[in-house]
């Protein structure tokens, strides 16, 4: 069996918050528009911050979290849309500020955007299997803000940077249980490079209404799908970690599925949208929180560009 056990976790985020308040003298919004279609209260702005140095900091202080030694961690993947570079990917600069350069690893970027971590978990999971005394350290990392248009208001109140790692280790009794889909489709889409061949706006752009239906649709069936193929139900389940995009579509979801209170947890009101950074930003604060006991049972769920989406389960 290949399934997966959480054994740390770490979180990072710029210096520079960046309230409701401030972004009404940046564009025509209000603190009470974005509070009640978004939840958003603020979020973190890198002003000099990397996704190399953000990740590389959640990544330091999950390892220090797990408590293994460095020297067995055997791969090494980076979630992000926003990388610092196309080559070397986050992943190997991440080694190198921890200083494990002489470690032998399998290091590497995946871009599912905001379905990231997600994805890189379930990669880890197969992975690790096929070497099981090694740890994986999975990081969710983006600064998002230089993708952002600062004049388009429908956008760039949601979004904000950080990261978030765990360290995650191979499990024989459990099976990791998850469920990844995609579709090609540029209702979220943000170019590459500035290049004059590029057919993609240089800034995100995104169907803000479209994607909202997308994901109140999508995410209920992704968690029910996880809970039929383990044989639970919502009721076996601790919390729902969702990929933390907007407080009216967690809300919805958790309706939809039922759900107690409290169940679906949220920190969206601090951080915003961080991409593939919000779902392990989340995950550490509730393991710093004291909030999760050994064998508690976890769905994650992301959603976002691509389009993708995917769920797991998992037991911390
Ligand atoms: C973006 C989002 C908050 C907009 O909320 P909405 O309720 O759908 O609002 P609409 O886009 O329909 O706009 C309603 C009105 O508010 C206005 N508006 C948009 N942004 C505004 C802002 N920041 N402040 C004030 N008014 C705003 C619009 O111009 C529109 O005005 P109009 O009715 O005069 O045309 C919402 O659609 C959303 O969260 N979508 C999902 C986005 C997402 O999560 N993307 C990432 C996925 S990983």
């Known amino acids: 069996m290949n399934g997966i056990t959480i054994c740390g976790t770490g979180a990072a985020v710029p210096e520079n918050r960046l309230t409701n308040e401030d972004l009404t003298r940046m564009v025509d919004t209000s603190d009470e528009w974005i509070t009640t279609r978004t939840g958003i209260k603020s979020r973190y702005i890198s002003q000099t911050e990397t996704t ?47 200083g494990l350069n002489e470690v032998s690893m399998a290091a590497f970027d995946l871009n599912a955007a905001c379905s990231g971590f997600v994805y890189s978990l379930a990669a ?16 969710g990392a983006e600064v998002l803000s230089r993708t952002i248009d600062y004049t388009d208001r429908g956008t760039c109140i949601l979004f904000g940077d950080g990261a978030g790692a765990a360290v995650v280790k191979h499990r024989n009794d459990a099976r990791l249980v998850s469920y990844l889909d995609s579709r090609g489709d540029d209702r979220i889409i943000c170019a590459a490079s500035a290049g004059k061949k ?3 706006p240089q800034k995100l752009f995104m169907n803000g209404r479209d994607v909202y239906q997308f994901a109140v649709d999508i995410v209920p069936r992704c968690i029910e799908n996880v809970l039929e193929q383990a044989g639970y139900t919502l009721d076996d389940i601790k919390y729902v970690i969702c990929h ?12 939809r599925l039922g759900a107690a209170p409290g169940q679906f ?14 779902i392990p930003i989340l995950l550490d604060e509730l393991n710093r929180g004291g909030r999760l006991t050994r064998g508690d049972k976890l769905v994650m769920a992301g959603f976002g560009g691509g389009l993708t989406w995917g769920a797991m389960m998992t037991e911390w």
């Open 52 to 98: 190399t140095g953000l990740a590389a900091e959640a990544g330091r202080l999950a390892i220090e979290n797990s408590g293994i030694d460095p020297k067995k961690i055997g791969l090494l993947i980076v979630a992000t849309f926003t990388p610092d570079n196309l080559t070397p990917s986050v992943a190997c600069m991440v080694q190198r500020e921890l």
């Open 124 to 139: 880890a999971g197969g992975m690790l299997a096929a070497m099981p005394d090694k740890y994986a350290l999975v990081i």
């Open 198 to 200: 590029c057919y993609a």
């Open 244 to 255: 933390q995009a907007n407080a009216r579509i967690i809300a919805a979801v958790s309706e």
């Open 265 to 278: 947890v949220q920190n969206i009101e601090s951080y915003g949208n961080t991409s593939a950074a919000s």
